[in-house]
């Protein structure tokens, strides 16, 4: 299963909401996972099942979608969210990830 | 705390083997079933091998099918991966995390270098 995301790049500034598209070359129900990485960090998971918010993450992150096609949402973009952003598939082996989106500060 | 640390990194030549290996603590690490993430310099993640809790169920991707070995010790509370016939195109940072139906904890990764 292939997983392809866009933008690839996002420029935008504090406050901004910020819509990230994650689409699956086919079904995966909701088995989508969203993570934020920032440089010379591990992931983090932010969202699974593609609309739970993983405990801990603020709640201006949200995950919408089913079957092929997912969105990741920030509501208000702040100073410590300017990250790469992937989701994930994990309804089947391979659990492939998307090749991410970078936020970068306008 | 929760928490993985991932060792056995290192510069290996091409052809080389490395042994990684990954200390859980914090959970119980026998009921979790484990996996593998590699992120290439300047790249995107990509994962490598997944292990269910008893070994039962293996899985690897295509990339590294018949070079790599997932394995673990619930004993030990320890994840390993053996790699052997490395090539340049290994070269990466691995994470091991541990999986539910979701990637949720996350190691910080030891870096692998293959080069002559």
């Known amino acids: 299963i292939q997983l392809t995301q866009s933008p690839s790049f996002l420029s935008a500034s504090v406050g901004d909401r910020v819509t990230i598209t994650c689409r699956a070359s086919?079904?995966?129900?909701?088995?989508l996972a969203w993570y934020q990485q920032k440089p010379g960090k591990a992931p983090k998971l932010l969202i699974y099942?593609?609309?739970t918010l993983q405990s801990g993450v603020p709640s201006r992150f949200s995950g919408s979608g089913s079957g092929t096609e997912f969105t990741l949402t920030i509501s208000s973009l702040q100073p410590e969210d300017f990250a790469t952003y992937y989701c994930?598939?994990?309804?089947?082996?391979?659990?492939?990830f998307g090749p991410g989106t970078k936020v970068d500060i306008k | 705390e929760v928490q993985l640390v991932e060792s056995g990194g290192g510069l290996v030549k091409p052809g080389g083997s490395l042994r990684l290996s990954c200390a859980a603590s914090?959970?119980?690490?026998?009921?979790?079933?484990m996996n593998w993430v590699r992120q290439a310099p300047g790249k995107g993640l990509e994962w490598v091998s997944s292990?269910?809790?008893?070994?039962?169920?293996?899985y690897y991707a295509d990339s590294v099918k018949g070079r790599f070995t997932i394995s673990r010790d619930n004993a030990k509370n320890s994840l390993y991966l053996q790699m052997n016939s490395l090539r340049a195109e290994d070269t990466a940072v691995y994470y091991c995390?541990?999986?539910?139906?979701?990637?949720?904890?996350w190691g910080k990764g030891t870096t692998v270098t293959v080069s002559s």
């Open positions: 994930q598939q994990l309804n089947s082996y391979p659990f492939t």
């Open positions: 099942a593609a609309s």
């Open positions: 292990i269910s809790s008893s070994s039962s169920y293996i």
């Open positions: 914090g959970f119980t690490f026998s009921s979790y079933s």
């Open positions: 086919q079904g995966i129900s909701s088995y």
């Open positions: 995390a541990r999986i539910v139906e979701y990637m949720d904890v």
